[in-house]
């Protein structure tokens, strides 16, 4: 190791500077708020405390099983109150790790029983983010939105606008794959109209083995004709139609990429799609039955862009720290490396130029301390 002076690996991975690329909201709740929630909910006879606990605090779990999994956590979750509640722990969480940008994703939930809009779902999020206040939080890109939403209260009129910069934090809205084609378009409609509030980009996300390709392609067409980037969770099973159709949109971004074959691998080189991965996510989950078998060391070798991340830190009891001493120590990358590798990252945001240029300043004010 050449630098960051005698700063142990782990310490020096929580100190680096780090951009999250793909952290969904209810998959990045902490375990002790979710008990905590799952505790009132088992007070009110709503769920059997007893069985729950147990399933929230398991580790190790197929993809089968974390659907499921996000099925109660949006039980538990999925009113105003409580999605503001976690979107400001979270926030807090990857600041506390020294996440310096943020792209928060999450799934904008229509709960007539809640009186919950997909709009008014965000409208939480938003208060969520407004609420953070261990960090200085940079959110708003711009004052004012046309909200085309029933609202009692605007969006607009959302509190006070930006404090001082310490996170920038910008949202994508997923799609998930059990949605509609109605559905879909009406979260792109808000993503365009959120554009103001932080809203970057669009996701596809959800179990891998629901949904057609051709239910979301008019929603992710549209985003595209809108000018709004697309990530796309891609190959997290053998679906090889699906993929290549994933590939013919050129999505700005693809995650997890766990199930691409060669002639798929040299499409997204050809294409310079940058990846993002999820390490601890993708060994949990069963798909590498070692952490050596992953791809990351031939995208790494080939100098593809990738990005690591934690995709669902609650769930998967990770860090963004964690996962980049995981790549360290694993691949053999030392300070310099890893620290480029984080910087990298700036480029695959879907962030503005202004912004991209103050991550930028970020890395070289801190490349004297952590590498020099
Ligand atoms: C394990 N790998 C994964 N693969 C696919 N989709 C995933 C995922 N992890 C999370 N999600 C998606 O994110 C939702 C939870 O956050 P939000 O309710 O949107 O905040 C899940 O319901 C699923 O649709
Ligand atoms: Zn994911």
Partial sequence: MEGGGDMGLVEWCRELPK?????????????????????????????????????????????PECFKLFDLYHLLTTDHQTVTRITKEVIEDFAAENVVYLELRTTPKKNEAKGMTKCSYMKAVIDGIRAVDTVDVDFVTSGTSNVNCSEATPLNCIGSPIKRKKIYVRLLLSIDRRETTAAAL???????????????????????????????????KHAKELGLPITLHCG??????EI???????????GHACFLVEEEWKRVKFLK??????????IRTGRFSSIYDHFFADLYKAKHQVALCTDDSGLFSTTLSNEFYLAASTFGLNKDEMFLLARSA??????????KHELTKIYDDAANRLII
């Fill in 186 to 220: 009406e979260t792109v409609n808000l993503a365009m109209d959120l554009k103001n509030f932080g809203v970057v980009g669009i996701d596809l996300s959800g179990n891998p083995v629901i949904g057609e390709w051709q239910t979301f392609l008019p929603a992710l």
């Fill in 346 to 355: 700036i480029q695959s945001t879907f962030a503005d130029d202004e912004v």
């Fill in 244 to 254: 290549q159709a994933m590939l013919d949109i050129c999505p700005q971004r693809i």
């Fill in 236 to 241: 997290e099973v053998p679906n090889h139609k």
């Fill in 273 to 282: 799609i940058p990846v993002e991965i999820c390490l601890t996510s993708n």
């Fill in 19 to 63: 951009i999250e690329l793909h952290a969904h909201l209810n998959g990045s709740v902490r375990d002790s708020t979710l008990l905590e929630l799952a505790k009132d909910l088992g007070e009110k006879g709503v769920i059997a405390f007893a069985d729950v606990a147990h399933v929230i605090m398991k580790n190790g779990r197929s993809l």
